[in-house]
């Protein structure tokens, strides 16, 4: 990027950042420094890519027209710790309005790709149309600027995201790569698949231990493009790390924000695996389809009984300090450890574990495993399973698909590979789409068509406002559960001011667990952006970015056809409420109501005119 | 007096699961967290007979505190 000011608030226009267009169809590849419109645009990630989206009529997912935007935030690649995200946007395929309309999406990752992407010199490239043949992007360094090339991809069709990176490798062994799977490369009937994006670990260690981005069918987006991959090849640029963004890296490692997340040998909650003994202590852990049934089941994956039978390593992203990864490994009959089998974070081990009733470790890890090797995005994959095994246990005559039902491993496993390998669209385009194409929408977890993670639904009906997926786009979901707030003033509040900041992570190329509670409004990056670009940004301002990024995404929802109506929770938590979850009940008819009124006389007025034609660039 | 006394997560690492504790009167619940040296940083959530409540919260004979580490995205 190039900055002309100092003041990025109040001239925007002043700070340039490097856009690469390519398009597919033409070969034709052209580059242009952009001025930036707003702040949003400065920050970067979905905050600028959905201006451009919103600029673009687009009826179906799969089209020349929808582009595919690949883009990095402010801080990506900078010293300040988490700084490594990429972000993918674009049309969604498996995220759509009733009306038939694709949601505008966004998917981020971290991983070394970002941030080697951003060293490049690059901070933006857009696909436009469709490659006639397989092909994955070179995105290189040189002398004269960033290099693009668009290049044959034969010998990696087919491969698993792990696969392809490991042959990348071998080509370019000084480069970072983002990857899809064979989920993404049979996207006509997989709607879901992911960007696996390479990290230092597996580059060295060749196991299979990706960051993904992986919601919204990104994955699959880029597979009808018919990208395989990208590619990017740079020096790595770290600049002397300053006093200023040192203390910040020292609060995020030591400070309140990260501290469930880091491993509990120093002193921290053991990653978002912890989640599970929290919830549990509310029965509030989805199983068997989000019907948590007041039992013990899901303590059998606690850690506690976990790490009885398998190796548990704590690793962490290229120059992190967090640490938050838990990979699990086989234990050898010397106690030492074994194959590696996958990571387990909170989300992945939940719904492709205890809520589809497979409650092994060992076998929830292959199944966590399979689904990252064929790039799914383990929340709509797993979700959409334990649909269809919830369907099959309430027709026990009349089954769909291969009968599976709750904790059967093995047909589960081979529902997963199906669908990986493109032969199951039941599964591969989401619950939306199979729960209406059964008729039997009201234990379909998704909301907007994309599914849910696992937090329970009677915990948090903000989720009816995340606007790319239901927890990272809307902070809510503890506000019950750890907050203990029930009233409708707590939630309207929360909804619409505090909780709707978590996108800001999203914008600037921070992780979240850089300071989730408090977003980046805050002083730790006011002093980041001073020291790495010599930028004067109050915390205000960037509060005011985020908050302007957040609306112009729901008023996008509803440009894509969504009625009010369509910001709901799955009709299953009101029709039949479960009586096992041992917190208040704001998931009422009336309640809901009640905070439906109040978010949307909130929120409406200031969706006026966000959404006002820009000229082209 | 008497209170229950339920932990959760990595808190249950060298200490318990569930015990029962004598406390005196007037003991809040902030002073059964100091007894059990919990890391502040890592406390999240704190129940008195699965209510949500404050550390400075007062117990009474009978009470079950459940005491559990902090709740954050995954």
Not at chain 1, 6 to 17: M, Q, R
Not at chain 1, 130 to 143: D, F, G, H, R
Request: contains cysteine; aromatic residues 8%.
């Amino acid at each position: 990027m190039k900055f002309h000011t100092t003041d990025p608030a109040s001239n925007p226009s002043a700070v340039l950042y490097n856009r690469c267009t390519v398009d597919l169809q033409t070969g034709a590849i052209s580059f242009a420094d952009i001025p930036c419109r707003n702040l949003e645009d400065v920050l970067g990630g979905f905050g600028r890519s959905f201006q451009d989206l919103a600029q673009r009529t687009i009826k179906t997912a799969y089209c020349d027209e929808n582009p595919l935007i690949v883009n990095t935030g402010l801080l990506t690649g900078s010293s300040a710790m988490t700084g490594m995200r990429t972000y993918f946007s674009g049309y969604s395929p498996i995220k759509g309005s009733k009306a038939g309309l694709p949601a505008a999406m966004w998917s981020t990752g971290s991983g070394k790709f970002g941030a080697k992407f951003k060293w490049t010199g690059l901070d933006e490239l857009i696909f436009e149309n469709c490659s006639a043949t397989p092909v994955y992007i070179l995105i290189k360094e040189t002398p004269d600027g960033p290099m693009v090339e668009v290049k044959s991809a034969t010998h990696l069709l087919g491969l698993s995201t792990h696969a392809k990176i490991m042959a990348l490798q071998l080509e370019y062994p000084d480069a970072h790569f983002a990857a899809i799977g064979q989920a993404g490369e049979n996207w006509q009937n997989n709607y879901m698949g992911g960007v696996a994006l390479s990290t230092e670990n597996q580059l060295k260690s060749k196991e299979d231990k990706c960051r993904f981005a992986g919601r919204g069918g990104m994955g699959s987006l880029m597979g009808h493009k018919n990208i395989l991959a990208l590619v990017a090849q740079s020096s790595d640029k770290h600049g002397k790390l300053s006093e200023a963004v040192k203390k910040v890296n020292l609060n995020v490692v030591k400070g309140g924000g990260s501290a469930r997340i880091q491993p509990l040998s120093r002193g921290g909650g053991g990653g978002t695996w912890a989640a599970y003994d929290v919830l549990q202590a509310f029965h509030a852990v989805p199983l068997n389809n989000f019907r948590p049934q007041g039992n013990d089941l899901p303590e059998k994956l606690f850690r506690e009984n976990v790490e009885k039978e398998y190796d548990i390593k704590s690793e962490a992203c290229y120059r992190c300090g967090i640490t938050c990864h838990n990979n699990i490994s086989e234990k050898n009959i010397d106690g030492s450890k074994g194959e590696f089998l996958a990571k387990f974070d909170y989300e992945p081990l939940n719904l492709l574990g205890t809520n589809i009733g497979i409650h092994d470790a060992g076998q929830a890890a292959r199944l966590i495993q399979l689904c990252d090797n064929y790039g799914m995005d383990a929340i709509s994959l797993g979700v959409t399973i334990s649909y269809a095994l919830a369907y099959n246990e309430r027709h026990p005559g009349k089954t769909i698909l291969n009968g599976a039902t709750f904790g059967d491993y093995a047909k589960i496993r081979e529902l997963i590979i199906q669908t990986g390998e493109g032969k199951l669209p039941e599964i591969g385009k989401g619950s939306m789409r199979l729960s209406e194409s059964l008729g039997e929408t009201s234990y379909a977890y998704h909301v907007k068509g994309l599914e849910i993670a696992a937090y329970q639904p009677e915990t948090n009906p903000g989720y009816a406002w995340a606007i790319a997926g239901g927890h990272m786009s809307m902070g809510t979901y503890g506000l019950l559960t750890r907050e203990g707030k029930s009233d409708i003033d707590s939630w309207v509040k929360g909804i619409t001011e505090d909780k709707l900041h978590i996108v800001g992570f999203d914008m600037i190329g921070l992780c979240k667990f850089f300071d989730i509670a408090k977003g980046i409004g805050t002083q730790m990056v006011v002093d980041c952006l001073k020291s790495e670009f010599d930028l004067d940004v109050s915390a205000d301002a960037i509060r005011a970015a985020v908050r302007q990024a957040f609306l112009r995404g729901l008023a996008l929802e509803l440009r894509q056809g969504y009625t009010k109506a369509e910001f709901c929770l799955p009709a299953e938590v009101i029709e039949n409420p479960n009586p096992h979850i041992k917190l208040p009940n704001i998931t009422s008819p009336e309640f809901l109501a009640q905070l439906e009124t109040q978010v949307w006389a909130i929120f409406e007025p200031e969706l006026e005119g966000l959404l006002a034609p820009v000229l082209m660039r | 007096m008497n209170i229950k006394v339920r932990l959760f997560g990595l808190f249950r690492i060298d200490r318990f699961k569930e015990d029962i504790r004598s406390i005196p009167p007037g003991t809040s619940a902030q002073a059964v967290i100091d007894d059990l040296q919990l890391p502040a940083t890592m406390l999240g959530i704190i129940l008195i007979n699965d209510i949500h409540a404050e550390a400075s919260d007062l117990l009474s004979d009978g009470d079950c505190l459940t005491l559990l580490p902090l709740l954050d995205g995954g």
